[in-house]
DNA sequence: CCTCAGAGGAGAACACTGTTCTCCGAACGC
DNA sequence: GCGTTCGGAGAACAGTGTTCTCCTCTGAGG
């Protein structure tokens, strides 16, 4: 990745005029495509055209490369999936568990890993699909539980809860996700008649409109919930699911009759 | 689905005696291919061939007809994949919240989630793929939204709430039918040396072989975990992920600071 | 300076996929 | 009886993941 070769942005043109010079300087200009740069053109083709777009055929363009060099560092599609997923971890510190402060320390560990799957297109996609541990992430995994168990819940109950949150914030980074993306669909076709509102509340005021529409005796429920569902944050949605989750833990703790151990959040009670 | 017309298994072979007769027969023979047929046959191939099995191509062979044919009934293989999805849901009976029993109910609903999509193969896969709310489905959210706030839980606890348990009933099923289609798999490749463990549980075994082979000091909890995880059945498992949600919510009651309001399931304390 | 082995990318090919096009043939209303 | 309409047939298109063979270009040895 920081080779001294400068970044070579997508395989320079043929240039006709290089095409006569010694073939010493075409090498080097081309770094020899290593694993690390599949995976990284790979995100780059992932970040502009979305999963759906992503193909072996890309990014081998995106190299300026044919397919089948793709193959020779790189077993599969499935292989390559797995290997740009467990990149995102590559920088990520594990946590030291700390007793006292096992619910600060699993919402970090929640923000985190919701950050992590942000921070390219579909990467939620990609990890509801690979997600079961590959061998380069049983560390995480296992500083993940060593923050449950420390905090002294039963073992079935940190085990489950490992999964459990896991599970929530692929989930949920999914959905929306998902969302943003129906709404950039839909902000396309309705290219005309979105004259007024910008692009992203857009859908935002479409879809409150839309459970405005729904007759209220039917569906009282959903017509008093659809405005948090829209207005509130997504920053604010997933804080609130984690502390449902770290109420539910905290229930298991040993001193958990004596009085809740749970230091309430502010503004959610 | 309950035509007078027997059920015609797979388009009848063209039996040869049959080409002469009157055209009538053979149209009154061959039900007309309506949408519930291709949903029908489409679940047919799917709980044979799995989700990467499941083609357009296949669906048509199995109604004995072309592909092109099936684009009269249904738009795309998306709106196919989405028909089967909402098909799970067509007997589902509304709960009508009971504020007393709110956990045995939300409990129920969990359970007959996991359930639906458990019946087919993969469906957990379709489901988080076009899970967020169709129309047909309307009704389903909002009697799901209607237990958790007759419950008394306030509006956002209600609304993630409603995020959290969709999400947690999908992604327990999606990692438990992928543990189980990896463990066909890897029972398919060591067919030489799987001699003595029965197949459904020899992936189970060797899951904990690889665990106990891991170094216990650097994945101690790992090793103390593993074997609950392979151990407990998923039915258990996924009790215990519902009784923590569950626990969370309980804890944003109004009456929960007067003392826990859940009662405890008999062993999980 | 020349030759020779070897690695790595090029290009074509295969067997698929979802989707759409045109066309035919059979059933119905008049 | 004729004409219209509609649903299915079949071929086609553009794309996919993967693999095969071939060729070129590089670096080492003489």
Redesign the interface.
Known sequence: MNDAAAHTPASPPPTPWERGRPARARVSARTPLSRERVVEAALTVLDRQGLDGLSMRQVAAELGVTVSALYAHVRSKDDLLELMYTRLFDGAALPEPDPERWQEQLRDYARTGRERLLSHRDMA?IS??Y??FTAEL??H??AF??LL?TAGL???????????I???I???V??ET??RE?AAEAAGEDAEDASDHPDVNGMAAEMQDYFAS?PES?????H??AG??VT?SADE?FG??V??????????LPD??AG?T?PSEPG??
């Open positions: 996609r509801m699909a997600a079961p049983l560390p995994v296992e539980l060593g168990r039963p073992d079935r109950i940190a085990a489950e809860a490992g999964d459990l896991s599970t929530y692929d989930g949920f999914l959905g998902m969302w129906r729904l039917d569906f009282p429920h959903l008093a919930l948090l569902m509130d949605r609130i699911g502390e449902i989750i770290l109420r539910g833990l905290a229930s298991y958990a009759a809740r749970v959610h009670d």
